[in-house]
């Protein structure tokens, strides 16, 4: 049925007047609960960038303690380290070597025989007895006899050993020689090296010839 002209004008008129009411309605109760807007949540302010994480450099490294090249190097204050060879062995004969190399920074001069003493495997003093040449070893190697030598830094010298074999017990090692005690000569504290193999001399005697220019022998390694 059609309503009257006169009666659909204001039903039309009527619609966005609710709507707009409405939305005034809506603000005037949020106004009335909370007149000081303290409810609005705050507003987002700049998002601050994240942080990373930075890998610590490399560190630089230490500089090297200044002072004595010799002790820069790791040479003992006497400025020589000793070294003991291999032994030979031939019809009961035996043969070793010392070797002194001058790991200094000033030149080393020697002269005559080295001063040894043969420790066990304890590194306590046998009786060895040790003699300046190899006169009392049977065929034993020739002895040059003693004579100046300088050894510049760099250099090296060595000592011929002769000893003829002594029974050794092979449960407790009595009577093997396993370390020396090396010097260039009585007046210099000794150092203690290691026999490669052993020196089965017991209680005999030990011959060494005199120092002389080593030009074969390398360098021994740094404790």
Not at 13 to 40: I, K, N, Q, Y
Not at 69 to 80: K, L, V
Request: glycine letters at 12%; charged letters at 20%; proline letters at 14%.
């Amino acid at each position: 049925m059609r309503l009257p002209r006169r009666v659909r004008l204001p039903l039309l008129v009527l619609v966005p007047a609710l709507s707009l009411s409405g939305c005034g309605l809506a603000a005037e109760l949020e106004r009335e609960v909370d007149p000081a807007h303290t409810s609005r949540p705050p507003s987002a302010g700049p998002t601050p960038p994240p942080v990373r994480d930075v890998a610590p450099g490399p560190t630089a490294p230490e500089s090297p303690a200044t002072g004595d090249p010799a002790a820069a190097e790791g040479c003992p204050d006497s400025g020589f380290r000793a070294q003991a060879g291999a032994t030979d062995a031939a019809m009961g004969l035996r043969v070793g070597t010392v070797a002194l190399y001058n790991c200094g920074a000033e030149p080393l001069r020697l002269k005559g025989y080295p001063a040894l003493q043969v420790l066990d495997t304890e590194r306590e003093p046998m009786g060895t007895e040790v003699v300046e040449g190899t006169r009392r070893v049977s065929m034993g190697p020739e002895d040059p006899g003693p004579r100046p030598l300088v050894l510049d830094p760099g250099m090296s010298a060595r000592s011929t050993l002769a000893w003829r074999y002594w029974a050794v017990d092979p449960r407790t090692g009595k009577g093997l020689g396993a370390y020396l005690r090396v010097a260039p000569d009585g007046q210099t504290p000794p150092q203690t090296v290691e026999v490669a193999g052993g020196l089965d001399v017991g209680e005999g005697v030990l011959g060494t010839t005199a120092w002389e220019y080593d030009i074969s022998q390398a360098p021994p390694e740094r404790p």
